[in-house]
């Protein structure tokens, strides 16, 4: 039942409509939307974050714990200083930070471990619904991880990778195959600091013993677990997830498509694809050309399936397949005011789980399909990779038997699709540059190229939506710094038409003609969010050719908007690797001067790198160039 919020409503005035719908987005196409959902009463994230303000300073600032039943407990000095247990602020904002760090670690490795279990399946010959799309980066992969391929067939070769890729989530083999891609002076400082990576659940695991009530109780020791919870999710579960993915859907080539709200058509069964794990999405992409889905589809009239991408399961078939992408985090909900969607297909993460009361002021199905991501008012499709087809057609046809159901008086798509090109892994960059990444050395080294920042994450209330990625991206390339971009960040780049060869206009007068002559654009996309691990992996790359340690590079990381738990594990890996990352949103530390002290200068003295928070992403972009050319200075060149 679609409930509307009248009360809201009749506070709201034109005047007052008009005035949230600039302050809520910079994305253009979806300011209609935002108005749309104000004048009907539609309830989305900026009325929810309003309805939680003011927060709540305690929490706000790391200074609350819940952890086990002696509390709830707050630090309110002067006298509450500890919780009953006797943890500190110190302790308190430490363990939290930890343990919102190790979910994020989760999030992304269990996103790895089904892609690695599919490939698994397909050796082990219980999975027959997929194919290996790229059995030369497997083939290289094998290698890789010890493995002597010849005269083995692609099948062998699935099951031995796959189960020597699997080992790596225990606790036997203390170390990650992927890791050792970082350059010998990175390894040293992760030995040296005890932070090397062991096993990726092992190191999630170890992070949660250390939050129980009684065990970690210095605030130092939990962050410098957390950097190697971290690095176990970079150079671990993410980075199975990237290269594994390229081997069972192909690995990323340049290729051109469109984004942003515009991409629902009228005349179609559109279906959105929202999420992360591509498992599904790739065969809901297969099952949509099925003969007898066709049919139907010709059977109620419409003239074709859509497909359209949202966040990072929109980025990975963006990335591979040219679909279309929606757009990111907050376009979620809008991409159902359009009134054209048919189905939002979802897997796991960043899904909002209000999706079904906003679906059900349309004729929208949200259709469910992990069991570890149920929510209450959706339909519900087990999906399984040994029956993936089957699960995918019952799905688009579910979809296309929805199109009956549409109201075509509520149809509202007054915006056009902005053109894009993405596709940019490791392997496309260096295609681009003629097999080998010297020719970017070198342009980086004359100074045409200033050096590089990876610009990643999510959207987030407390920032205008993709204000912060498309500002501080634009002010970036001005300066002549090379952005490669993944997640939610990529998107927003997207629709501010960042992602076409056509913007290297925007861009300094040394990486503009580097862009032109090579056809790129500007700001490279490379990906989902698992897939900030090819930053890290074309980081390592630049890192062994100049023989130093990433840290030593003119590199740096930003989240401008970032919200998520994962968003956490990444900024850690990046530090962890030697990566300067400046975050546009506080993270809930500020109870702890000295956890910020530690993040902010004195894991310099661990890993040649910290955090820096700047909201302004003006100001962002000063701090990144600055220490791009500090870099720069450090290196002679
Ligand atoms: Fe309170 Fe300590 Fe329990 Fe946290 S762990 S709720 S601070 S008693
Ligand atoms: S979807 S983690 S909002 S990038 Fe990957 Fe976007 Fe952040 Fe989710």
Known sequence: MCELDRVRLALMNPALIEQKKEERTFDEAAKPFVELTMREGIETVWDRFEMQQPPCRHCESGLSCSRCAMGPCRIIPPNRVRGVCGADA?????????????????????????????????????????VIADPGKMRRLAEEYGLSTAGMDDTRIAAELG???????????????????????????????????????????????????????????????????????????????????????????PNESLVNLGVVRESHVNISLHGHNPLLSEMVVKASKDPEILALVKKV????????????????????????????????????????????VVDYQCIFPSLPRTASCYHTHVITTSPKSKIPGSYYFEFEPEDAYATA????????????????????????????????????????????????????ASGNIRGAAGIVGCNNPKVKHDYGHVTLTKELIKRDILCVETGCAAIASGKAGLLQPEAASLAGPGLRPVCES???????????????????????????????????????????????QKAVSIGAYFVASGVYTVLGVMPKITGSPPVVSLLTEGLKGMVHASFAVEPDPLKAADLISDHIERKRTELGI
Request: glycine share 12%; with cysteine; net charge negative.
């Open 301 to 344: 009239g419409a003239a074709g399936i859509n497909l359209v991408g949202l966040c990072c399961t929109g980025n990975e078939l963006l990335m591979r397949k040219g679909i279309p992408n929606a757009g990111n985090h907050f376009n979620q909900e809008l991409v159902i005011t359009t009134g054209a969607l048919e189905a939002m």
């Open 163 to 253: 189960r020597a890729m699997l080992e790596e989530y225990g606790s036997i083999k203390d170390s990650l195959q992927i890791a050792m891609r970082a350059p010998e002076a990175t390894l040293e400082v992760w030995e040296k600091a005890g932070i090397a990576p062991r096993g990726i659940d092992r190191d999630v695991v170890d992070a949660m013993h250390r939050v129980h009530m009684g065990v970690g109780a210095d605030y130092g020791n939990i962050l410098t677990h957390g950097l190697r919870a971290s690095l176990s999710d970079g150079w671990g579960g993410s980075s199975i997830a990237t290269e594994i993915s390229d081997v069972l859907f192909g690995t990323p080539e």
């Open 518 to 564: 090579l056809g790129i654009p500007p700001v490279l996309h490379m990906g989902s969010c698992v897939d900030c691990s090819r930053i890290l992996h074309l980081a390592a790359a630049l890192g062994n050719a100049l023989n130093v340690g990433i840290h030593r590079l003119p590199l740096a990381g930003a989240a401008p908007e970032w919200y998520s």
């Open 393 to 444: 057609k019952a799905i688009v046809k579910m979809a296309v038997e929805n199109f009956t159901n549409r109201n075509p008086a509520r149809v509202f798509i007054p915006v056009e699709p902005v053109r894009v090109t993405t596709g940019f892994s490791v392997e496309a960059i260096t295609g681009a540059l003629g097999g080998t990444l010297k020719p970017l050395i070198d342009q980086i």
């Open 90 to 130: 110190d302790l308190i904002v430490s363990r939290n930070l930890l343990d919102t760090l190790a979910t994020g670690a989760a999030a992304h490795s269990d996103h790895g471990r089904e892609i690695v279990e599919t490939l698994y399946g397909i050796g082990m010959g219980t999975v027959t619904d997929y």
